[in-house]
């Protein structure tokens, strides 16, 4: 069974060139077919649905042959990956959809600062490609904590282990989450069965296959990502703009949105002191912000620890400068398209506004974006709607009644119907009283736009009768997700583009998983040359990664963590603590064993002290480092008159003084409030993490020992000048 999973993926190398042809074929079959389908009548939601499925079976059958429980084709493929497929799966496992359509989002929120998202990222890939990845493969390795153990030893190897287990966990258990929202967004069936199917394709996959498979199956899906960007940003470009080609459009729309951000000032339709212009730059972050965001951004994107492990399937220093340069061709590509779509969308939405768009008359597609909870408008949103209707209809009649029982059917929609004025919760349950159980999105839509969104605005003070800017809050994530149907693309475009979501969460989720599991049954163990120890790694690597599927799909369920949130810390904890070793393990022979795990320990444990001292803890992380802040004067004296009033308040008002003092002290990621290090907020905290990294790696190299032999022999191996065909199945 080896002999034929290994002929099977020797055949998939010898003909890449034609696989990719025969892929791009059949997705443009695939599309044809479901336009065709659809303008013969088929309904949305089997169109969806057809392409959900025939997708995932055409990206799971392209991964099949590679499968193997070969040691060296299990943990990294035997070194034999041409570098475009590994830069094809290298773009999937960290920008799918779903990270696109998130820095799409951050990019139409923050305008032109936004653009630190793109810049930082590119910088972590051209760092990585140039000072890492390929001596990375050049030393044969298996893992890359593996990598850093020959380099320092037994210390290193498991702190980095450990340190890299738990972010690829992470990663894996965030992708799986939103793999499982998409599932049952598309297929109509209950989160719990849509994340029990995603985990089981998952295992299929990852526990089959090892690294041969994920690869595989990650360069289809960016194969396919790439393919629905070009379909969708061209078809939105020519719908929206006449112009064929998304740059041109782009920078149209672009000069428009600044003509329309005059014209809403100018007509009332929005706040001047509250319009932040598109193109004008630190609006939203000041100087400081953006370029610590940018530095932060390259080091943990450098850092992936599941983008660094494919550097180690390539087989020599070459190949994988030769794939840096692909992924960043491909990362840059799609990084601009994300801009574009940006700015689409916000060309769109100034427009509904600045013609002074009656409620009535709002489009169909803000109920519909994310399944009617990514448009707000007054605190009220479809899904909102829905619910009320459910329990009103259910016996609730008054709005307190309400609020308890939305408490068992959706407890984030309470903190909403709490924000609500009464006249807007009257005009809601009466509303209600008419909107089918069921939950028809459409009906709920009609009966917001034509009775409770009039009253809301009166409730607000706006007796116009139309939209403005204010009472505007979109989701801008999931408007990026469902802008084809902004566009009134066809629903198989729209199908092209969850089904691409869906498949580029289950990569990222594969890689994450794999990634987790491969250091733990390698690294945290003594590894051996002999064949049936690393046999039973195979196996071992399959049971950890059956028990943590389990466990991740466990806290999603039963714990309700969203494991998003928990990303965002992760990432950082892992550039701080992998990166200053990584480096210096290259390029200083004299980094030795308590260097690398002095610099591991403190720059973890300076990003986490700042990211969560500044997003949990601010007051506290204030109490303690009062010095540090460029808080102006007028701020530290509301923050000392919130804090003595503290002290003798009881009851509601001292809940009420709590929470006024824990705002002013936290801030936002990208602007802080009074509790900072010289106004930098959480989202830059690996500016001081580095720093502090490199200089105890210096100090703990300079005052311990000089590597050991073996150790500086290794150095002279990744340093020859001919390339390194190391096999990961002799390596530890």
Same mark, same amino acid.
């Given at each position: 069974?080896?002999?034929?999973?290994?002929?099977?993926?020797?055949?998939?190398?010898?003909?890449?060139?034609?696989?990719?042809?025969?892929?791009?074929?059949?997705?443009?079959?695939?599309?044809?077919?479901?336009?065709?389908?659809?303008?013969?009548?088929?309904?949305?939601?089997?169109?969806?649905?057809?392409?959900?499925?025939?997708?995932?079976?055409?990206?799971? /059958?392209?991964?099949?042959?590679?499968?193997?429980?070969?040691?060296?084709?299990?943990?990294?493929?035997?070194?034999?990956?041409?570098?475009?497929?590994?830069?094809?799966?290298?773009?999937?496992?960290?920008?799918?959809? !779903?990270?696109?359509?998130?820095?799409?989002?951050?990019?139409?929120?923050?305008?032109?600062?936004?653009?630190?998202?793109?810049?930082? +990222?590119?910088?972590?890939?051209?760092?990585?490609?140039?000072?890492?990845? +390929?001596?990375?493969?050049?030393?044969?390795?298996?893992?890359?904590?593996?990598?850093?153990?020959?380099?320092?030893?037994?210390?290193?190897?498991?702190?980095?282990?450990?340190?890299?287990?738990?972010?690829?966990?992470?990663?894996?258990?965030?992708?799986?989450?939103?793999?499982?929202?998409?599932?049952?967004?598309?297929?109509?069936?209950?989160?719990?069965?849509?994340?029990?199917?995603?985990?089981?394709?998952?295992?299929?996959?990852?526990?089959?296959?090892?690294?041969?498979?994920?690869?595989?199956?990650?360069?289809?899906?960016?194969?396919?990502?790439?393919?629905?960007?070009?379909?969708?940003?061209?078809?939105?470009?020519?719908?929206?703009?006449?112009?064929?080609?998304?740059?041109?459009?782009?920078?149209?729309?672009?000069?428009?949105?600044?003509?329309?951000?005059?014209?809403?000032?100018?007509?009332?339709?929005?706040?001047?002191?509250?319009?932040?212009?598109?193109?004008?730059?630190?609006?939203?972050?000041?100087?400081?912000?953006?370029?610590?965001?940018?530095?932060?951004?390259?080091?943990?994107?450098?850092?992936?620890?599941?983008?660094?492990?494919?550097?180690?399937?390539?087989?020599?220093?070459?190949?994988?400068?030769?794939?840096?340069?692909?992924?960043?061709?491909?990362? /840059?590509?799609?990084?601009?398209?994300?801009?574009?779509?940006?700015?689409?969308?916000?060309?769109?939405?100034?427009?509904?506004?600045?013609?002074?768009? @009656?409620?009535?008359?709002? !489009?169909?597609?803000?109920?519909?974006?994310?399944?009617?909870?990514?448009?707000?408008?007054?605190?009220?949103?479809?899904? /909102?709607?829905?619910?009320?209707?459910?329990?009103?209809?259910?016996?609730? %009649?008054?709005?307190?009644?309400?609020? $308890?029982?939305?408490?068992?059917?959706?407890?984030?929609?309470?903190?909403?119907?709490?924000?609500?004025?009464?006249?807007?919760?009257?005009?809601?349950?009466?509303?209600?009283?008419?909107?089918?159980? $069921?939950?028809?999105?459409?009906?709920?839509?009609?009966?917001?736009?034509?009775?409770? =969104?009039?009253?809301?605005?009166?409730?607000?003070?706006?007796?116009?009768?139309?939209?403005?800017?204010?009472?505007?809050?979109?989701?801008?994530?999931?408007?990026?997700?469902?802008?084809?149907?902004?566009?009134? %693309?066809?629903?198989?475009?729209?199908?092209?583009?969850?089904?691409? @979501?869906?498949?580029?969460?289950?990569?990222?989720?594969?890689?994450?998983?794999?990634?987790?599991? @491969?250091?733990?049954?390698? $690294?945290?163990?003594?590894?051996?040359?002999?064949?049936?120890?690393?046999?039973?790694?195979?196996?071992?690597?399959?049971?950890?990664?059956?028990?943590?599927?389990?466990?991740?799909?466990?806290?999603?369920?039963?714990?309700?963590?969203?494991?998003?949130?928990?990303?965002? =810390?992760?990432?950082?904890?892992?550039?701080?603590?992998?990166?200053?070793? =990584?480096?210096?393990?290259?390029?200083?022979?004299?980094?030795?064993?308590?260097?690398?795990?002095?610099?591991?320990?403190?720059?973890?444990?300076?990003?986490?002290?700042?990211?969560?001292?500044?997003?949990?803890?601010?007051?506290?992380?204030? &109490?303690?480092?009062?010095?540090?802040?460029?808080?102006?004067?007028?701020? =530290?004296?509301?923050?000392?008159?919130?804090?003595?009033?503290?002290?003798?308040?009881?009851?509601?008002?001292?809940?009420?003084?709590?929470?006024?003092?824990?705002?002013? @002290?936290?801030?936002? +990621?990208?602007?802080?409030?009074?509790?900072?290090?010289?106004?930098?907020?959480?989202?830059?905290?690996?500016?001081?993490?580095?720093?502090?990294?490199?200089?105890?790696?210096?100090?703990?190299?300079?005052?311990?020992?000089?590597?050991?032999?073996?150790?500086?022999?290794?150095?002279?191996?990744?340093?020859?000048?001919? &390339?390194?065909?190391?096999?990961?199945?002799?390596?530890?």
């Amino acid at each position: 069974m080896a002999s034929d999973a290994d002929d099977g993926n020797n055949v998939l190398l010898a003909n890449s060139g034609k696989i990719v042809a025969v892929l791009i074929c059949a997705f443009a079959a695939l599309t044809a077919f479901s336009n065709i389908a659809e303008r013969l009548g088929a309904s949305p939601a089997t169109v969806l649905t057809t392409i959900l499925i025939t997708t995932t079976a055409a990206i799971g /059958l392209t991964g099949w042959p590679a499968r193997s429980s070969l040691p060296s084709e299990f943990f990294t493929a035997r070194g034999k990956l041409p570098p475009f497929i590994n830069a094809l799966a290298g773009l999937a496992g960290w920008l799918a959809v !779903p990270a696109f359509a998130a820095l799409a989002g951050l990019l139409y929120t923050f305008g032109f600062d936004g653009l630190a998202f793109v810049a930082g +990222p590119m910088a972590g890939l051209f760092l990585a490609g140039v000072l890492i990845s +390929p001596y990375l493969a050049a030393s044969g390795s298996a893992t890359v904590s593996g990598f850093l153990g020959r380099r320092y030893g037994a210390t290193v190897r498991v702190i980095s282990a450990l340190v890299i287990a738990s972010v690829s966990f992470v990663v894996f258990a965030a992708a799986l989450q939103a793999a499982a929202g998409l599932a049952a967004r598309v297929l109509d069936i209950p989160v719990p069965l849509a994340l029990a199917a995603t985990l089981v394709l998952i295992a299929v996959s990852a526990l089959t296959g090892g690294a041969s498979s994920l690869t595989w199956t990650g360069a289809a899906t960016a194969l396919l990502f790439l393919m629905v960007l070009g379909i969708a940003s061209v078809g939105m470009s020519l719908s929206g703009f006449g112009q064929p080609l998304p740059s041109l459009a782009s920078a149209q729309a672009l000069q428009t949105v600044s003509d329309l951000e005059i014209a809403m000032i100018e007509k009332g339709m929005a706040d001047a002191a509250a319009m932040k212009p598109h193109a004008k730059p630190f609006l939203q972050m000041n100087p400081a912000n953006v370029f610590g965001l940018i530095f932060s951004l390259m080091i943990a994107t450098a850092a992936l620890p599941h983008l660094l492990h494919r550097s180690l399937t390539l087989p020599s220093a070459q190949v994988a400068r030769s794939s840096s340069a692909w992924l960043m061709g491909l990362t /840059l590509i799609v990084l601009v398209t994300a801009s574009a779509w940006a700015i689409f969308a916000k060309h769109e939405v100034y427009s509904i506004v600045e013609r002074g768009t @009656a409620f009535a008359a709002l !489009p169909d597609w803000m109920g519909k974006v994310g399944d009617g909870e990514g448009v707000r408008i007054y605190g009220v949103s479809v899904r /909102l709607v829905e619910d009320v209707t459910a329990v009103v209809q259910a016996g609730a %009649q008054t709005s307190t009644q309400v609020a $308890d029982a939305l408490q068992d059917r959706n407890a984030g929609a309470v903190a909403t119907w709490a924000g609500l004025k009464e006249p807007v919760k009257a005009a809601i349950i009466e509303a209600a009283k008419t909107v089918p159980a $069921d939950g028809v999105s459409q009906i709920a839509w009609t009966a917001m736009r034509e009775r409770i =969104l009039p009253a809301a605005a009166v409730a607000a003070g706006n007796k116009t009768g139309a939209l403005n800017l204010a009472s505007l809050k979109i989701d801008a994530g999931l408007l990026m997700q469902d802008l084809p149907q902004v566009f009134r %693309q066809q629903a198989t475009v729209l199908g092209l583009v969850l089904a691409s @979501a869906f498949l580029g969460s289950l990569a990222m989720a594969g890689a994450g998983l794999f990634n987790a599991a @491969a250091v733990l049954c390698r $690294d945290l163990v003594r590894a051996t040359e002999k064949e049936d120890v690393t046999k039973r790694q195979v196996m071992g690597a399959r049971v950890v990664m059956l028990v943590l599927g389990l466990f991740g799909a466990a806290g999603t369920l039963v714990h309700g963590i969203n494991w998003g949130n928990v990303l965002i =810390l992760a990432l950082p904890a892992a550039g701080a603590t992998l990166l200053p070793a =990584l480096i210096f393990a290259i390029w200083w022979k004299r980094a030795n064993v308590l260097g690398a795990a002095l610099a591991m320990v403190t720059g973890l444990a300076v990003v986490l002290v700042y990211s969560l001292g500044t997003l949990y803890f601010p007051v506290q992380l204030f &109490d303690v480092w009062p010095a540090a802040s460029d808080a102006l004067p007028a701020a =530290l004296k509301k923050f000392a008159t919130l804090k003595a009033a503290l002290a003798t308040a009881q009851g509601d008002q001292a809940t009420n003084i709590a929470g006024a003092l824990d705002a002013l @002290a936290r801030g936002t +990621p990208y602007a802080p409030g009074v509790a900072n290090w010289w106004g930098l907020g959480a989202a830059s905290a690996l500016v001081f993490a580095i720093p502090a990294g490199v200089v105890a790696l210096l100090i703990g190299s300079l005052l311990g020992p000089r590597p050991t032999q073996t150790q500086s022999e290794f150095i002279a191996l990744i340093w020859q000048p001919r &390339d390194i065909n190391g096999s990961a199945s002799t390596v530890p």
